[in-house]
């Protein structure tokens, strides 16, 4: 199992020949994190978007250009169309943004005739390592869907399983994070997280062992579980955060990131293949490590 980011760079790095399809890459964030993936010899890649704006940026963050392909198109939802199309042709098995709108390259990811839809929901995993843990975990969704379903939690919950299973975890422990313990009537997220772990019990949802509801503290640290005599096979194990919406997703990832101070990567799953949505303040090493996600479970 990959339980750190050391590890899963090594894993990506031996995924070499795997390319990455970028859209509107005339960012320079993006490319120095496409410069920092080169020099580590971690992918291969394909830059859609404005060529003179793309080559005047590589050169300013260092981007060695020998051996990249540059498909000009100045449009950035024309380059996202491109980009996605060569990811559903098989000529590239991973999509990242860049300087395009999350709207526009949304909707060509979504595009009928070239998109990369499965029928499955679109959802947004982040994963972290924390030094204080020996393990990755998973929190999801904090980017992609606003008020999820008890139907679209149970989808949220199979898209970061299969992601958890690709990085060697074959039982991760889903947590449903909500604020208190206890099921509370007038705490809709407390009745589905109930919900979702009977469903678990009755391998509706399999290939994972899902408890809740379960407060933060008690689903990552054993001994906050001992104190509050939260029990269960989830309790101060959890592998996956499932958020009860966008809202508390987005705080905790932001909390991590600046408070926390971890390292973090994050990928869009359930499409057709891996997709690298970044935010604009990530840093280039948020970028990069988010790259070799994608590249490591293509």
């Given at each position: ?28 964030e993006v490319l120095e994190a496409v410069a920092i ?262």
């Amino acid at each position: 199992m990959i339980r750190s980011f050391e590890e899963l760079l090594e894993a990506a790095k031996a995924r070499s020949g795997v390319k990455v399809a970028v859209a509107a890459a005339e960012d320079r964030e993006v490319l120095e994190a496409v410069a920092i993936a080169t020099e580590q010899r971690m992918g291969e890649f394909i830059l859609f978007g404005d060529d003179p704006k793309i080559r005047a940026l590589a050169a300013e963050v260092e981007l060695d250009l020998s051996g990249v392909e540059i498909v000009n198109e100045p449009s950035p939802p024309a380059a996202a169309r491109l980009a996605v199309a060569r990811v559903s042709s098989g000529g590239a098995s991973i999509l990242m943004k860049g300087l395009v709108a999350t709207s526009d390259f949304l909707k060509a990811v979504l595009d009928k005739e070239v998109g990369l839809r499965t029928g499955r929901l679109l959802s947004h995993v982040a994963v972290f390592k924390s030094p204080g843990y020996d393990r990755f975990f998973y929190l999801t969704d904090g980017a992609m869907n606003i008020a999820p379903t008890l139907e679209q939690k149970v989808q949220i919950i199979q898209n970061t399983v299969e992601l958890a299973h690709r990085l060697g975890n074959a039982q991760p422990k889903v947590a449903c994070v909500a604020a208190v313990e206890v099921v509370n009537p007038d705490m809709p997220e407390t009745v589905e997280a109930a919900a979702l772990a009977k469903m678990s019990d009755r391998r509706q949802i399999k290939g994972c062992v899902v408890d809740g509801p379960l407060g933060l503290d008690n689903a990552v640290s054993m001994e906050a579980a001992r104190h509050k005599s939260v029990g269960g096979p989830v309790a101060g194990q959890a592998d996956v955060l499932l958020a009860p919406d966008i809202a508390a997703g987005n705080a905790i990832y932001k909390t991590m990131v600046y408070f926390g101070v971890v390292d973090a990567a994050a990928v869009v799953v359930g499409a057709a293949a891996p997709v690298v949505l970044t935010s604009r303040s990530d840093s280039p090493r948020a970028r990069m490590l988010s790259l070799a996600l994608a590249i490591a479970t293509a």
